[in-house]
């Protein structure tokens, strides 16, 4: 193949190639509550290992695990990028990100308050890829992106529970919410937060 593209590139030419794919049709009956309303439905499993501290409800997930069925993969690179990334966002989602809004308004309102998680947040993560082509995918693909970020809170939740006792129902599972079972009230202003501008 490299000598029919070095061929191509010494004679000026550009190679390319064309191809498509129609989804396949979707129905869904409002009424009656039934039909297909998606084409392809994603599977996986995930499994957390945390470290949780029980003086502080510090918590650290320290390793991760993930199984996902995408049909037939494609480009192992970028589903293997694309699972990672949503492990990545869905341990935020767990953790760490607070969205707190008073009349409308989102309280948080830098990076000092509003916390996402960092390379240092994100473990080692162990993931591998169930083949079962799809018949209606192109050559036999389904997705990962966003249905990859799904059971991520719910595993470290799990293993939040499975150390501490404490069933959490409510996220971020932060220190307060993991060490005394709720999560506190936050002062602040309404008024200034409409005009941008940070409380005390």
Same mark, same amino acid.
């Given at each position: 193949m490299g000598g029919v593209v070095d061929h191509a590139r010494a004679m000026g030419l550009i190679l390319s190639a064309r191809g498509q794919w129609t989804a396949p049709e979707i129905t869904w009956d409002h009424h009656a509550g039934r039909g297909t309303p998606y084409m392809a439905y994603h599977f996986g499993a995930q499994v957390a290992e945390v470290e949780v501290d029980v003086r502080t409800g510090k918590t650290e997930v320290t390793?991760?695990?993930?199984?996902?069925? =995408?049909?037939?993969?494609i480009f192992p690179q970028g589903a293997y990028g694309q =699972?990672?990334?949503a492990i990545a966002q869905g341990l935020g989602y767990a953790l760490l990100e607070d969205?707190?809004?008073?009349?409308?308004? =989102?309280?948080?309102?830098?990076?000092?308050? /509003?916390l996402i998680p960092t390379s240092m947040d994100v473990p080692e993560i162990e993931g591998v890829f169930v083949e079962?082509?799809?018949?209606?995918?192109? /050559?036999?693909?389904?997705?990962?992106?966003?249905?990859?970020?799904?059971p991520t809170a719910p595993a470290i939740l799990n293993a939040i529970a499975h150390a501490t006792g404490r069933r959490i129902r409510?996220?971020?599972?932060?220190?307060?919410?993991?060490?005394?079972?709720?999560? =506190?009230?936050r002062a602040g202003s309404v008024r200034l937060c409409k005009l941008g501008l940070k409380t005390l």
């Open positions: 390793g991760f695990w993930a199984a996902h069925d =995408l049909g037939k993969v =699972l990672h990334g969205i707190i809004f008073d009349e409308g308004y =989102l309280q948080a309102v830098n990076f000092d308050e /509003y079962k082509p799809y018949s209606e995918g192109p /050559y036999g693909a389904k997705n990962i992106a966003e249905p990859a970020m799904v409510d996220l971020p599972a932060n220190l307060e919410r993991v060490l005394l079972g709720h999560g =506190l009230h």
